[in-house]
């Protein structure tokens, strides 16, 4: 049985600015930042230019990017849907969208109780 239930969305501001990244820098990705330099931001990279590591969860895909999350964060998000939106601002200075006047901007949702049942998290 395939889950219908998906642990990350994008807003369509969010696609919107997707599909204009991609336009200049081709396939991107992202990796849920769990702190440091540039806080707990969703960063946008090239396709591959992130090294995505064993200890790394693929949560989905947003725009057709793949969208990751390390496993310890992800331990502290699975009860949560990541919907990731714009806003005006600098983003990460890591983060392809940096340069462009916005930034990606991580909000949440909890799952329901039938959510949580169907990605067998109960």
């Known amino acids: 049985m395939s889950t219908q239930v998906q642990r990350v969305l994008a807003t369509d501001a969010a696609l919107d600015l997707i599909i204009f990244l991609r336009s200049k ?4 990705m992202f990796h849920q930042s769990g702190g440091c330099c540039d806080g707990s931001s969703p960063m946008c990279y090239p396709l591959g230019e992130f090294m995505v590591g064993d200890q790394d969860v693929q949560l ?12 310890v964060q992800y331990d502290y998000w699975k009860f949560t849907q990541l919907i990731i939106d714009v806003v005006p601002g600098r983003g990460g200075m890591f983060s392809l969208e940096g340069p462009e ?22």
Do not use: N, W
């Open 101 to 122: 006047g916005k930034r990606f901007l991580t909000r949440s949702k909890v799952f329901t109780d039938d959510e949580l049942a169907e990605l067998g998290l109960t």
């Open 25 to 28: 820098h081709g396939p991107v």
């Open 60 to 71: 989905g895909e947003i725009g057709g990017a793949p969208f990751y999350m390390s496993q």
